[in-house]
């Protein structure tokens, strides 16, 4: 690994330990409150592509299965570090997504991607 995508990689875990993890822990404490299981899970990056269907890491995601759902793929929101543009990809499995520079990236960003996810998913439940 080169210099300049170890110094973004090593940049992206420090922007997710202390801006993107403590929202995504704050979320998913909501959500078990109101009775749906929640998870965090991470990838790590490696310049190999790993045969797993995210893109080359690193990454963290926040995946939800709602009160009553069934097994099988379930919502999720990812924040993904782009090596190559140097950005955090933030995608949905709804298929919306935001790009932030590692640097502009803060707690009000990460808190609005999330609870904009978080609504149109309330929203789209059925009651």
């Avoid at 790009?99 to 309330?122: F, H, M, Q, R």
């Amino acid at each position: 690994m080169d210099t300049d995508t170890d110094l973004f990689v090593q940049a992206f875990w420090v922007k997710c330990h202390e801006i993107i993890r403590p929202e995504i822990d704050s979320a998913i404490g909501d959500l078990r409150s109101a009775g749906h299981d929640a998870g965090v899970s991470s990838q790590e990056y490696s310049s190999v592509p790993d045969r797993l269907p995210a893109e080359v890491g690193p990454s963290l995601t926040l995946a939800i299965r709602p009160k009553g759902a069934s097994d099988g793929v379930h919502p999720a929101i990812q924040f993904h570090g782009d090596v190559a543009r140097k950005t955090v990809a933030v995608s949905t499995s709804a298929g919306k997504s935001s790009s932030y520079d590692l640097a502009a990236l803060g707690t009000p960003e990460v808190k609005t991607e999330i609870d904009d996810w978080l609504a149109k998913l309330i929203t789209a439940s059925p009651a």
